[in-house]
């Protein structure tokens, strides 16, 4: 609906003052009310008071929205529109003009009782300010501005100094210095959220070392403080600045529950990508990027027979490398897609079959000849007398077994092969002296006969290194033999940290291919470039996951003295002197004859 509105005002001399336009609208109502499209502002108009519309036959209407209105004299509450009509909403005076080309109507309207002087005069008197009560805008300033001192920060500062009040803010559900908070805890410490004093142990100062190690304790530097070298390279890095040495120049709390602990790479590369300048002696290689300014992978491979520092070889995986376990174990064998033979039938094996996640789903636990290997490669000497094995360990517990059996053999009813000088020996008959003495030498000699066959013809060679100990090595008068210790490296990369779980939507033939090693001498550590297919670097690539130097490294490993140690397989630190760490790893003095455990 097309409205040409007029409106009518007057001013000090009576003259008339007219404003057109065009107003659209349809329904077109008419109020106080601000949805109105003709707004009348005075209070003796209803917020809707009528409304204009058109009929069927194009001609115009007006319709009270409640009770009636005034049309030529006369109060209606519907009537049409016709030129010259005079309408009166409240004050205001509405005529009917004649309706110009391309609109839908005409109107005019004009405010022709103004509110009276003395309704103006209460409505100004309503109407109070600060200025006529005792409270000036400057009182409220100041009584406003001391409130906020001594609620926010007088009140907070004594509470600080005085140590008792300090003691009691844990239990308080709103201590005072509740507004000094600068964000939320990191999500570890919400125990002790409410207790400032636990990092803040003196008032207005930094938070010391102290306060992080009295709950941290097991948290050391980022490598061991052991060398002149690493004393100067530690104090040429970290020591710069005060601020520097502080556990909270990087570990800042208040950020948020995941904001205490920094996974950016930029924490490791202040220091990586330029490391040489701060430290121009240092052997360790400048890195900025995984992707594309990082080293080949350093491997630590366990040395058979080694103790001491020489126990642990690492090697950077730039050139080939081979493994030197003195273990026979062909992968091709034991992974034939048609499967292989075994005790009880044909066995088809994948790599789950020995390598078994540990509880954490980051590592394997060690693959053991009981558990793994002993149900295919049977220990048995006389099976059919009897299911008893040897022990998997040196020579001298083996060749022991078998002296025991044999003897107890000879000398009980135990039908095996027993012929002795005098004839056939009855069962159930005791044997005199002189059996007695055939039949051990017989015993010692089937031992000694099975022993070598275990040894050198089906059993032990299968897997080991074995060389016979020369008649002036050999301290005892029965042969003997000598297994090449076996160090069977567990944790290749001990300095970084890899979840396997992770990784576990992934095949292991997508990053280890032994399906075609004959040798156990392969690696099938994928190296820096097998990684670096999916794994970026610092900035953000398509399709590849992100690479920072969190991802596998940690800034504190080890204790808090020992810095970052050697880790060996097993989980426990190297130290020549552990013989339980020795057995673990699978490392034997050369002097001592042993099968890996």
Not at 210 to 227: M, R, V, Y
Not at 334 to 358: E, F, Q
Not at 500 to 505: A, G, R
Request: charged letters at 20%; glycine letters at 6%; aromatic letters at 6%.
């Amino acid at each position: 609906m097309k409205i040409r509105l007029t409106q009518l005002t007057r001013n000090r001399r009576g003259q008339a003052i007219l404003t057109e336009q065009t107003l659209q609208s349809d329904p077109f109502r008419i109020g106080r009310g601000a949805d109105c499209k003709l707004h009348l502002p005075d209070p003796r108009i209803a917020l809707h008071h009528a409304t204009i519309g058109l009929s069927d036959d194009a001609n115009g209407f007006i319709e009270a929205a409640a009770g009636t209105i005034k049309i030529d004299g006369h109060f209606e509450r519907f009537m049409r529109l016709k030129t010259g009509q005079k309408i009166r909403i409240g004050p205001f005076e509405i005529v009917v003009l004649l309706t110009p080309p391309s609109h839908d109507l005409a109107l005019s309207v004009e405010l022709i009782e103004p509110l009276k002087d003395d309704l103006a005069d209460v409505r100004a008197n309503l109407r109070t300010g600060l200025s006529g009560t005792w409270l000036s805008k400057r009182a409220l300033s100041w009584i406003t501005a001391w409130t906020v001192l001594l609620i926010f920060l007088i009140w907070p500062v004594m509470n600080a100094l005085d140590s008792h009040e300090r003691e009691a803010n844990a239990k308080r559900s709103i201590p005072p210095d509740a507004s000094w908070n600068p964000g939320a805890l990191a999500s570890a410490h919400h125990s002790f959220g409410r207790d400032c004093a636990q990092c803040h142990d003196t008032p207005f100062v930094q938070t010391q070392n102290a306060q992080c190690e009295s709950c941290h304790k097991s948290i050391g530097w980022h490598f061991a403080l052991n060398t002149k070298e690493a004393k100067a390279l530690h104090e040429s890095v970290f020591m710069q600045s005060a601020d520097a040495s502080r556990c909270a120049s990087c570990h800042r709390d208040h950020k948020g529950p995941l904001g205490l602990v920094r996974q950016d790479s930029p924490l490791c590369t202040q220091c990586h990508a330029d490391l040489k300048t701060r430290h121009p002696e240092t052997s360790l290689p400048n890195v900025a990027d995984f992707d594309h300014d990082h080293p080949a992978f350093k491997l630590s491979l366990l040395m058979p027979g080694k103790i001491g520092k020489d126990a642990v070889l690492r090697l950077a995986q730039d050139s080939p490398i081979i493994e030197t376990s003195n273990l026979k174990f062909p992968h091709d064998i034991h992974l034939a897609p048609k499967g292989l033979r075994g005790p009880n039938g044909k066995v088809t094996m994948d790599c789950k079959n020995c390598h078994v996640p540990d509880e954490e789903g980051i590592r394997f636990k060690p693959t053991a000849m009981k558990q793994h290997c002993q149900d295919c490669h049977s220990l048995e000497f006389e099976p059919k007398a009897s299911h008893r094995q040897v022990p998997h360990g040196n020579v001298a517990e083996v060749m022991t077994t078998l002296n025991e059996f044999y003897a107890q053999a000879a000398l009980a009813d135990t039908p095996i092969d027993v012929v002795v000088q005098d004839g056939v020996r009855r069962p159930g008959v005791r044997p005199m002296t002189a059996q007695r003495q055939s039949a051990l030498a017989w015993a010692t000699q089937k031992a000694q006969t099975t022993g070598r066959e275990l040894m050198e013809d089906r059993v032990c060679f299968t897997c080991h290194e074995i060389s016979k100990v020369s008649d002036t090595e050999n301290k005892i008068q029965s042969p003997s033999w000598k297994i090449a210790p076996v160090a069977i490296t567990q944790h290749w990369l001990p300095k970084s940290r890899f979840s396997h779980s992770k990784h576990n939507t992934h095949e292991c033939s997508s990053c280890h291919q032994v399906q075609t090693s004959k040798v156990s001498g392969d690696i099938a550590i994928p190296d820096i470039s097998k990684c670096r297919e999916c794994h970026g670097g610092n900035a953000t690539a398509v399709d590849k996951a992100p690479g920072t130097c969190e991802t596998c490294h940690g800034f504190h490993v080890g204790g808090p003295k020992s810095g970052t140690p050697v880790l060996l397989p097993g989980g426990l630190p190297y130290d020549p002197k552990h013989k339980a760490a020795q057995k673990v790893v699978g490392i034997y003095p050369p002097s001592k004859s042993a099968l890996h455990p």
